[in-house]
């Protein structure tokens, strides 16, 4: 069964520095997209980046040379390296991976930027 495990999330002060991480297992074929999305209280859950299996990334406007998403395909591990954080990236962050034509998803980690 694919599962996917996240770390990295805490608390941090804003302009601070966070790097997270999810690995996934239980595959039985190729990732070919991984990303990462987040949620914040009363809102609907968004794209944050991912990168696809040839390393082609996407970004939302919002995080666009703050964050940087990058993939080891050998540990089947995604990371997103944020820095320049601000209290609205506070979220619940989550991983997500793309294997053909299905979606698995993390259970979430809290990212919260505050003083």
């Known amino acids: 069964q694919v599962q996917l495990v996240e770390s990295g999330g805490g608390l941090v002060q804003p302009g601070g520095s966070l790097r997270l991480s999810c690995a996934a297992s239980g595959m039985r074929f190729i990732i070919d997209t991984m990303g990462w999305y987040r949620q914040a209280p009363g809102k609907e859950r968004e794209l944050v980046a991912r990168?696809?299996?040839?390393?082609?990334?996407n970004y939302a406007d919002a995080v666009k040379g703050r964050f940087t998403i990058s993939r080891d395909n050998v540990k089947n591990t995604v990371y997103l390296q944020m820095s320049g954080l601000k209290p609205e990236d506070t979220a619940v962050y989550y991983c997500n991976i793309r294997i053909v034509f299905t979606d698995y998803w993390g259970k979430g980690t809290l990212v919260t930027v505050s003083s």
């Open positions: 990168v696809s299996s040839a390393g082609y990334t």
